[in-house]
């Protein structure tokens, strides 16, 4: 007869949406599955089993059956004793569910890692991230050395080699070897219930630039967006430049929390890291155990597959490296793994400015050019990008910022798309070879670009291409001078057409002050007493 009673409960009693009955101990729901042969009968009227039941009503729930085979009244006693003491213990259940917060998600240590990337420690797939040696495996783990290992995709890439094992990314469709992007980014969806310090890293910096211009546009970018910034670091990894500033605010606002370091695919974080542990290995004997077994640096984008813990502090907390973010509009996400080392880059960045009037400087062609300019080009960024000139003043000036790697073509724009089918994957890469132009989808997205500007001396804005660069436009280049300038005073608007291929971002912002050149235009802007109050300071 119990079965009735819990029948009548589940069905016509409403609940709110949010109760979990997953949550419920499955040990109380037990009784509820014991088979009784029973014949039930409602004595509710349609229009009544509409409505809940109050809790009276549910524990007062009368059983009824009748035939040879009914209960005898002991057995209805102790049913009925039953389904009360369930009916309690889901009330009591829901009850305490709406005190019940949200669970917070630890990163889990208890799980074998390799200490270069942070995939799971395995044995059984020879090409899938975290794989060892059966026999190592045994012997790291009867003397407690698992944290010591590092998996053979690790070593391979320690030596070059480029391994990608993001699904998705690199040319690759995926598979049961690769993480795909989603699960990376799902592995850092814990860091918002976390009391941590994080550490966000932006690659930047030509070689020139004044330091004071960068800092100040870096925090007018952070507080446009409402970014909670604590403050703003200009750091080389490679140079150790600006890192000590870092260890140091580290260890003033940690105050014994965790410290993440994050940032998108192949930026440079266990760079830094590597960096942030040299420097701090001065001071901290943590810091320079930690040396031994730092993270793996790499070219290939989705180096890093699972947080790596590092016991960095002697004062608590733990440092930890994070798996990059993948992001499906980077040019990244669409490059074959063979080609991301062009990608990469292996020095200061160096604009690349058309016209060059450095070039036409040095042989004696200043004010010598076509007396309308870039218009009526197109200039290819490699076989990544192309920029259709459709607008322009006569002194108007590109200049790319980028891969050193990824060459520049101009040919006028009638003959561009015979120039890019015939050279792309030859001049124009990536891709690189004809296997890889034969899979590559082309420049499939076209955006129309019209800048405007007040100042025909001053930088209009920059063209960013999501994870390969950006290009800076300026209106007018003082060492651009050419005659018969009829109409340049009457454009207020640069016009142009840009193309990537299909989920790569097109983004235009506020000109970067880069170079030299760039602390003579920047201005800064005057703050009230209350953004300066509030807004983030930055160190050098």
């Not at 990544?384 to 006569?394: E, K, N, S, T």
């Amino acid at each position: 007869m119990a079965l009735k009673t819990i029948s009548t409960f589940l069905s016509p009693l409403s609940l709110p949406n949010h109760h979990n009955f997953s949550n419920f101990n499955t040990k109380s729901l037990n009784i509820y599955r014991i088979p009784t042969l029973v014949s039930c009968k409602s004595t509710q009227s349609q229009t009544q089993s509409q409505f809940p039941l109050s809790e009276t009503q549910l524990l007062s729930s009368e059983p009824d059956g009748t035939g040879a085979a009914a209960p005898t009244r002991g057995d209805r006693f102790l049913e009925r004793q039953q389904a009360d003491e369930a009916a309690k213990l889901v009330i009591k259940e829901i009850r305490k569910s709406k005190k019940k917060k949200k669970k917070v998600l630890k990163v889990n240590t208890l799980v074998a890692s390799c200490y270069g990337c942070g995939a799971p420690l395995q044995t059984s797939e020879l090409d899938a991230p975290g794989y060892v040696d059966t026999d190592a495996y045994e012997l790291k783990k009867k003397h407690h050395q698992l944290r010591t290992v590092l998996c053979g995709r690790c070593r391979l890439l320690s030596h070059g080699q480029m391994i990608t094992a993001v699904g998705g990314n690199g040319g690759y469709p995926g598979g049961k070897q690769f993480v795909s992007a989603d699960e990376l980014r799902e592995k850092l969806s814990n860091l918002r219930h976390e009391k941590a310090l994080i550490v966000k890293l932006v690659d930047l910096l030509p070689k020139g630039t004044d330091f004071n211009c960068v800092g100040d546009w870096v925090v007018e970018a952070t507080t446009k967006k409402k970014l909670n910034v604590l403050s703003v670091h200009l750091t080389s990894s490679k140079s150790l430049v600006g890192i000590a500033g870092v260890a140091s605010e580290i260890q003033k606002e940690k105050k014994g929390r965790d410290v993440y370091i994050l940032g998108s695919a192949n930026v440079g974080k266990s760079a830094f890291i590597s960096a942030l542990l040299k420097m701090m290995a001065q001071r901290d004997p943590a810091a320079a155990a930690a040396q031994k077994y730092k993270p793996i640096q790499s070219a290939v984008p989705g180096t890093t597959l699972g947080p790596i813990q590092i016991d960095a502090f002697l004062g608590g907390g733990k440092l930890f490296d994070t798996p990059g973010v993948h992001l499906h509009h980077r040019q990244a996400a669409v490059v074959h793994s063979e080609d991301l080392p062009v990608l990469a880059p292996q020095s200061r960045l160096r604009g690349q400015s058309f016209p060059d009037c450095q070039v036409a400087s040095k042989n004696g062609m200043a004010g010598k050019f076509n007396p309308i300019g870039l218009k009526g080009f197109s200039i290819f960024w490699g076989g990544l990008v192309r920029i259709d000139v459709l607008q322009v003043l006569p002194e108007t000036c590109l200049t790319f910022y980028g891969p050193k790697r990824l060459q520049i073509h101009v040919v006028p724009t009638d003959k561009a798309d015979e120039f890019y089918k015939k050279e792309l994957g030859v001049k124009l890469t990536p891709p690189t070879g004809k296997d890889k132009v034969d899979e590559w989808r082309g420049l499939e997205t076209m955006q129309q670009l019209k800048i405007k500007f007040e100042d025909p001396e001053r930088p209009a804005s920059d063209v960013a291409i999501s994870g390969l660069g950006w290009i800076a436009v300026e209106p007018k280049r003082k060492s651009l001078r050419i005659s018969d300038n009829n109409f340049a005073e009457t454009i207020k608007e640069l016009h142009l057409t840009v193309r990537v291929p299909g989920p790569v971002e097109i983004f235009v912002r506020p000109p970067f002050p880069v170079g030299k050149a760039g602390a003579e235009w920047y201005q800064y802007r005057e703050l009230t007493a209350k953004e300066e109050e509030v807004r983030s300071k930055w160190y050098f």
